[in-house]
């Protein structure tokens, strides 16, 4: 969430109010790695990491599996996935400056999405196996 208001206050306020909105956040989470996070083992440990391909695959199945669970339908995930990505161009696309500027925070947090599943991935593609 730190990253998608970044990414908003970023393009709506600029940089000095999304520095505002990000840093004390990014302090606090470093002095409680320094302190702390190092010493965790678990899943999110970088020894634990999986690549980036496996990630991958993990996010578009996890991606996948939310619109299968939206319409209660196996099987028509990606399909569903490509007809929102279509749409959101086209809807993009044809409007104007002002509802562009509208549109930042919605599309911040779908890039945020996109974000928090392949940074799951790269914890837990091992599940998939």
Same mark, same amino acid.
Do not use: N
């Given at each position: 969430?730190?990253?998608?208001?970044?990414?908003?206050?970023?393009?709506?306020?600029?940089?000095?109010?999304?520095?505002?909105?990000?840093?004390?956040?990014?302090?606090?989470?470093?002095?409680?790695?320094?302190?702390?996070?190092?010493?965790?083992? *678990?899943?999110?440990?970088?020894?634990?990491?999986?690549?980036?391909?496996?990630?991958?695959?993990?996010?578009?199945?996890?991606?996948? *599996?939310?619109?299968?669970?939206?319409?209660?339908?196996?099987?028509?995930?990606?399909?569903?996935?490509?007809?929102?990505?279509?749409?959101?161009?086209?809807?993009?696309?044809?409007?104007?400056?002002?509802?562009?500027?509208?549109?930042?925070?919605?599309?911040?947090?779908?890039?945020?999405?996109?974000?928090?599943?392949?940074?799951? *991935?790269? *914890?837990?593609?091992?599940?998939?196996?």
């Amino acid at each position: 969430m730190v990253f998608i208001v970044g990414i908003v206050m970023l393009v709506k306020r600029g940089w000095r109010l999304a520095l505002f909105h990000v840093l004390p956040p990014a302090i606090a989470f470093s002095v409680w790695y320094a302190s702390l996070g190092r010493s965790d083992v *678990g899943p999110g440990h970088p020894t634990q990491l999986r690549p980036l391909p496996e990630a991958l695959h993990f996010a578009l199945v996890l991606v996948e *599996g939310t619109f299968e669970a939206i319409t209660r339908t196996h099987g028509v995930g990606a399909v569903l996935i490509a007809l929102f990505l279509v749409g959101l161009y086209l809807v993009v696309r044809r409007a104007g400056p002002e509802r562009r500027r509208e549109a930042v925070v919605p599309c911040a947090m779908l890039v945020g999405a996109v974000f928090f599943a392949v940074e799951t *991935g790269s *914890g837990r593609a091992y599940l998939l196996e």
